[in-house]
């Protein structure tokens, strides 16, 4: 029997998130392609070939080097058991001169555009992503801007890519009607370009900031903590900041709704789902004016230059003080936010794939 489609879930982690998300969330529209999965943990309702287990982000630098070696030399043998004529990864992951088909998504260069030289990623990114881009069947990006950085460092063209936006659980982010508590809120790792440091700065310099408090949400990188620390401690913040680490997904929703905005000042960002999340939920949004951001927030929300941190702080300023900015935004968030859907992203990934089956 030949399968028309091979899935690649190797990198599929016990406790899912982010690009796992992403997979799982596709599963329901590829249903009717009849994918065989290799994956790990056995997928309810679908055919699943059996992977090595501790091949993900779990096992740390192991992991990711035990899939890379299993996707090169192992992969192609089970691509050929299968006898599928097109292997999808959710991650930017295939066996190289293998003469295997395949269809990757790309979901941001963010290790080359702030680069460390000779770190793992950016040596991946460097090195390895280049040939797989070149030898894939066809590419998936997860907004505009990222297909435009692949066509930027890598010289992939336009008809090569094809942007298909993320979405967000719509079940889980949305609104609860509760009051909203006196805290600006961040979602996402410390990493530098997350840009912490212009937010801690922009706190610092908002009206009245001893009324507020600025809770950062999301887990933390002892490489970068430690200087993140000092400068609250410095700027006399620390009894207002909170850190809250990871934070269950099924208590996201509450957080983010009784905030007076999600403040995102990232200095970049291949999809940015935190806004998208946080405008299901009819919470304000305040983001960066680049990268994918406008294109994921359209006119509802405040767009600022993350390297201000005086344009940051004067928005986070309007958005405490102004209840009729804070209404305009809440409705026009929802509004936003109802154009995406793991529906609309499943079937337009199934409509693409089916033209390369």
């Given at each position: 029997m030949t399968h028309p489609l091979t899935l690649n879930l190797a990198f599929l982690p016990v406790k899912p998130t982010g690009l796992a998300t992403y997979a799982i969330n596709l599963l329901p529209a590829l249903k009717p392609l009849a994918p065989t999965l290799l994956v790990a943990q056995p997928q309810a309702d679908f055919d699943c070939f059996p992977v090595p287990p501790g091949m993900t982000h779990e096992q740390g630098r192991k992991g990711h080097f035990s899939r890379l070696w299993w996707t090169q030399w192992q992969l192609p043998a089970a691509y050929r058991q299968v006898r599928s004529p097109l292997l999808f990864s959710p991650i930017p992951e295939a066996p190289l001169f293998a003469g295997c088909r395949f269809v990757v998504t790309v979901h941001d260069l963010i290790p080359l555009r702030f680069?460390?030289?000779?770190?793992?990623?950016?040596?991946?990114?460097?090195?390895?992503?280049?040939?797989?881009?070149?030898?894939?069947?066809?590419?998936?990006?997860?907004?505009?801007?990222?297909?435009?950085?692949?066509?930027?460092?890598?010289?992939?063209?336009?008809?090569?890519?094809?942007?298909?936006?993320?979405?967000?659980?719509?079940?889980?982010?949305?609104?609860?009607?509760?009051?909203?508590?006196?805290?600006?809120?961040?979602?996402?790792?410390?990493?530098?370009?997350?840009?912490?440091?212009?937010?801690?700065?922009?706190?610092?310099?908002?009206?009245?900031?001893?009324?507020?408090?600025?809770?950062?949400?999301?887990?933390?990188?002892?490489?970068?903590?430690?200087?993140?620390?000092?400068?609250?401690?410095?700027?006399?913040?620390?009894?207002?900041?909170?850190?809250?680490?990871?934070?269950?997904?099924?208590?996201?929703?509450?957080?983010?709704?009784?905030?007076?905005?999600?403040?995102?000042?990232?200095?970049?960002?291949?999809?940015?789902?935190?806004?998208?999340?946080?405008m299901a939920c009819g919470t304000p949004v305040i983001t960066s004016n680049l990268a994918s951001l406008p294109e994921v927030a359209g006119d509802a929300a405040l767009f600022v230059d993350p390297t201000n941190p005086a344009a940051i702080a004067a928005a986070m300023h309007a958005l405490a003080t102004d209840a009729s900015l804070r209404a305009t935004l809440q409705t026009a968030s929802l509004s936003r936010a109802a154009r995406f859907s793991w529906t609309q992203t499943g079937n337009t990934t199934v409509q693409l794939l089916q033209q390369f089956l």
């Open positions: 680069f460390r030289k000779f770190t793992p990623l950016w040596t991946y990114q460097r090195y390895y992503l280049p040939q797989v881009l070149h030898q894939a069947t066809h590419i998936i990006t997860n907004s505009q801007a990222t297909a435009q950085d692949v066509m930027n460092f890598f010289q992939i063209p336009a008809a090569k890519l094809t942007p298909i936006p993320l979405a967000h659980d719509r079940a889980n982010f949305r609104p609860l009607h509760l009051p909203t508590y006196n805290y600006f809120l961040y979602l996402g790792r410390n990493d530098p370009y997350k840009n912490l440091h212009g937010l801690v700065s922009a706190f610092a310099q908002v009206p009245q900031r001893q009324e507020y408090e600025l809770w950062i949400a999301g887990p933390t990188d002892a490489r970068y903590q430690p200087a993140l620390t000092a400068q609250i401690a410095e700027l006399g913040l620390t009894p207002q900041v909170k850190f809250l680490s990871y934070v269950p997904y099924a208590e996201l929703p509450v957080i983010i709704n009784q905030a007076i905005a999600l403040v995102f000042p990232t200095l970049w960002e291949g999809f940015g789902l935190p806004v998208l999340e946080a």
